[in-house]
């Protein structure tokens, strides 16, 4: 069974920095896109970062910069570091990948891990 667990949430204040990881079973991140998207209270999940199986990268203008993805094929993990952290990122950030393809979709999620930034 595939499982996607995300860890690293917590509460920090403004400009503060947290690093999220996210830990496969049943699969191979190595072979699929990755990425993290969040939702906020009352809000749509959003896309965040994405992470292709050679390692290239696409952020979504709101955090680049102060986001990083990450991933290490060893451990099986991803992760995201987030520096100088704004109120406006506090929301639930989930852990996604989908198969390699540019038509393909995310068909694997984790629960999810609450980042809450407070100013």
């Known amino acids: 069974q595939v499982q996607l667990v995300e860890s690293g949430g917590g509460s920090v204040q403004a400009g503060g920095s947290l690093r999220l990881s996210c830990i496969a079973s049943g699969l191979t991140f190595s072979s699929k896109t990755v990425g993290w998207f969040r939702q906020a209270p009352g809000r749509e999940r959003a896309f965040v970062v994405s992470?292709?199986?050679?390692?290239?990268?696409y952020y979504t203008d709101s955090v680049k910069g102060r986001f990083t993805i990450s991933r290490d094929n060893d451990k099986n993990t991803v992760y995201l570091q987030m520096n100088s952290l704004k109120p406006e990122d506090t929301a639930r950030y989930y852990c996604?990948?989908?198969?390699?393809?540019?038509?393909?979709?995310?068909?694997?999620w984790g629960q999810g891990a609450q980042v809450t930034v407070s100013s």
């Open positions: 996604a990948a989908r198969n390699p393809g540019i038509a393909s979709r995310w068909d694997y």
């Open positions: 992470m292709w199986s050679d390692g290239s990268t």
